[in-house]
């Protein structure tokens, strides 16, 4: 079945230390998104990716960073320089072209704690 | 900027009542819209999609038209079930190639 993976599920860390999120596509789609979401805000664009070993920063890409090596990977580093990290991480996939009515396809999510 | 906004939840209705939700927007352009809905716990999943003006998009029983005099685009169902209690997103595409502008969200809760 073609999907979104992100792993784990449910992620521990102490404060002070980075982490990286793991999201894995298998729907051989171009772009590639990080979002956090947060009680009460929505869903906030961490960062982008449109094509392989190219990505842009979202609204909140401060004390985060990713690579895009591969098409089908985009993994997010929390750094220790994010003041707030706990939060519930969403990574998303759709078709890249230009066209306005492509959909965003999202993974089930990995909710991380700093302890 | 490109923003959209939703009617702030919770939203409590009992199993059979219409539901509403309220979702308006601003954009520079001639955005697609889309409604995606969040089960607890899980990502997000597209629920409906709408192109163009006056389109409908519909699924599940939800429909949501494409009001462009209004920059709005609500979302509705005639009859919930408890099983329909979960998140609402409205959310907006303005230019090709750029990442959706999502509302804050809408949480619905039905009970029995």
């Known amino acids: 079945d073609g999907g979104i993976t992100q792993s784990p599920k449910y992620l521990f860390r102490k404060e002070g230390q980075n982490v990286t999120l793991s999201c894995e596509q298998n729907?051989?789609?171009?772009?590639m998104y990080w979002y956090r979401q947060d009680p009460g805000q929505g869903l906030r664009l961490i960062y982008y990716s449109q094509i392989v070993n190219d990505f842009q920063k979202g609204d909140i890409a401060e004390g985060y960073s990713v690579s895009r090596e591969k098409k089908e990977s985009f993994p997010l580093t929390v750094t220790s320089a994010q003041k707030n990290p706990t939060a519930f991480y969403l990574c998303?996939?759709?078709?890249?072209?230009?066209?306005?009515?492509?959909?965003?396809?999202f993974g089930p999510g990995t909710r991380l704690t700093v302890l | 900027g490109d923003s959209v906004t939703q009617m702030e939840g919770p939203v409590t209705l009992s199993e059979e009542a219409f539901l509403t939700i309220n979702c308006t927007y601003t954009a520079t352009g001639y955005p697609s819209l889309f409604w995606y809905v969040q089960y607890p716990g899980e990502g997000l999943q597209l629920l409906l999609k709408a192109t163009k003006a006056d389109d409908k998009g519909s699924n599940k029983g939800f429909e949501a038209t494409y009001r462009k005099e209004t920059t709005s685009f609500h979302l509705e169902k005639g009859s919930v079930q408890v099983s329909d209690s979960a998140v609402y997103f409205c959310?907006?595409?303005?230019?090709?190639?750029?990442?959706?502008?999502f509302g804050k969200g809408t949480r619905l809760s039905v009970i029995a």
């Open positions: 729907l051989n789609h171009d772009a």
């Open positions: 959310a907006l595409r303005d230019s090709g190639n750029t990442p959706l502008v």
């Open positions: 998303a996939s759709s078709i890249a072209g230009g066209l306005l009515y492509n959909e965003q396809f």
